[in-house]
């Protein structure tokens, strides 16, 4: 079964730093491009991140450049997003998609609550 | 690229057809998905490319468009459809989705 499953969400105070962490398994993960999509409490999804095959390409969302990182471990199937000087506004639902050349985001995982606040 | 989806919302009964679209504020060729999000979960990918099924989704899902304007289609409502559905458009990045259309039991 093709899967990802989030971890490392959790309470963050403002300025803060975390590092959430997309386990890819049941696929060939080194093939595909993945994305960060976020969904704050009340609000539709909101694309943050990609990562292309081979980290070749990375694209952010001007809400997160120069905070946020994303980053990949094809050896391990690990996709990363290290969060740095968060903000309220950060708070969110955040979700790993996988990114087929086909189109569509056909994979996710069931999601990691970040909450920033102090 | 903005993405304008409509109607907000919408009221139906089971075995109802029902459409709902999305248009974006410039040609992205086709580049446009339609999600299903119940609460609580995760958006599920029911339509990629305007009008591939994706595997696993009932056929009563359709999607037509080209260009700026999409439509997602539902026949034969099911009560397993009431939900918000959300379009993306991946053609080019920033990725942007419409703000959402919440399918309600009238």
């Known amino acids: 079964e093709e899967q990802l499953v989030e971890s490392g969400g959790g309470l963050v105070q403002p300025g803060g730093s975390l590092r959430l962490s997309c386990a890819a398994s049941g696929f060939t993960f080194s093939s595909y491009s993945m994305n960060w999509i976020r969904q704050a409490p009340g609000k539709g999804p909101e694309w943050i991140a990609y990562?292309?095959?081979?980290?070749?390409?990375?694209y952010y969302a001007d809400s997160v450049k120069g905070r946020f990182t994303v980053s990949r471990d094809d050896a391990n199937k690990m996709m990363y997003l290290q969060m740095h000087s968060v903000r309220a506004e950060d708070t969110a639902v955040y979700y790993c998609?996988?990114?087929?050349?086909?189109?569509?985001?056909?994979?996710w995982g069931q999601g990691t609550t970040v909450t920033v606040s102090s | 690229i903005q993405m304008t989806q409509s109607p907000p919302s919408l009221s139906a009964v089971v075995g109802d057809r029902v459409n709902m679209t999305c248009r974006a504020s410039q040609d992205i060729r086709g580049d446009l998905g339609w999600y299903q999000q119940k609460p609580g979960k995760a958006p599920k990918l029911l339509i990629y490319?305007?009008?591939n099924l994706q595997s696993g989704v009932p056929s009563r899902f359709s999607g037509t468009g080209s260009g700026t304007d999409f439509t997602l289609t539902i026949r034969r409502l099911q009560p397993e459809d009431f939900a918000t559905y959300y379009c993306l458009q991946d053609f080019s990045f920033p990725y942007t989705f419409g703000r959402g259309t919440r399918l309600e039991i009238k």
């Open positions: 490319a305007t009008s």
């Open positions: 990562i292309g095959s081979l980290s070749n390409t990375i």
């Open positions: 998609t996988r990114d087929p050349v086909m189109g569509g985001l056909d994979v």
